[in-house]
């Protein structure tokens, strides 16, 4: 792993030991930690999370959060999009396979761990989008996401923009080098992939 790729730092959560939190290229993870984060979002999210969705996660950037014996607590991806609005295609930093331990939580590990992935996001791309759960839209409201009202979209392979509204979709976006909240009036589209679109 070389040093452009990878970066580690201590922290420490409210009433938790100190943690490691590393940014690593998927390129770069040892396939031992990244099959130990695939069952830990597994486990966070249960049947809901499938096969497809941990691939979605893959060929960017992983947010690793060890204890202090390393042990994974929790894990993030952030994937390079473009997401389209009106003329402008933007580079987004979409984030992925977000899930903190289901016994370490509510202990600020996402909070340190979303820290971290978005000072990727702002460093790396001009904006960050996710489709949340509901339960964590107020998590990401409070850290300065917005939610996205309007249409959605989605360029499929002939080159034809789809709409995929769906009331299951909760689109936020994290705003970073273009004047955003933009005009709700025009669809925001991402590209095209295999299983869920957003």
């Given amino acids: 792993m070389t040093s452009s790729h990878t970066s580690s730092s201590g922290s420490r959560t409210p009433g938790a030991r100190a943690v490691t939190v590393r940014s690593v290229r998927s390129h770069d993870a040892d396939s031992d930690e990244l099959g130990a984060a695939e069952r830990l979002v597994k486990q966070s999210f249960g049947s809901e999370f499938r096969d497809g969705d941990w691939h979605h996660g893959l060929g960017g950037t992983h947010v690793f959060v060890n204890d202090h014996v390393g042990t994974l607590l929790a894990h993030a991806a952030i994937v390079s999009r473009v997401i389209r609005h009106g003329a402008n295609a933007l580079r987004a930093g979409?984030?992925?396979?977000?899930?903190?331990?289901?016994?370490?939580?509510?202990?600020?590990?996402?909070?340190?761990?979303?820290?971290?992935?978005?000072?990727?996001?702002?460093?790396?791309?001009?904006?960050?989008?996710?489709?949340?759960?509901?339960?964590?839209?107020?998590?990401?409201?409070?850290?300065?996401?917005?939610?996205?009202?309007?249409?959605?979209?989605?360029?499929?392979?002939?080159?034809?923009?789809?709409?995929?509204?769906?009331?299951?979709?909760?689109?936020?976006?994290?705003?970073?080098?273009?004047?955003?909240?933009?005009?709700?009036?025009?669809?925001l589209v991402c590209d095209w992939r295999l299983g869920n679109l957003w």
């Fill in 94 to 187: 979409y984030v992925e396979a977000v899930a903190v331990s289901p016994d370490r939580q509510g202990q600020g590990l996402g909070r340190v761990l979303m820290d971290r992935v978005e000072s990727i996001v702002r460093a790396e791309h001009q904006l960050g989008a996710l489709n949340a759960i509901k339960d964590a839209v107020p998590f990401y409201l409070h850290r300065g996401w917005t939610s996205w009202t309007g249409a959605t979209g989605a360029v499929d392979p002939a080159g034809e923009v789809i709409p995929t509204d769906d009331a299951d979709d909760r689109i936020m976006l994290l705003c970073n080098q273009i004047d955003l909240p933009i005009d709700r009036s025009s669809m």
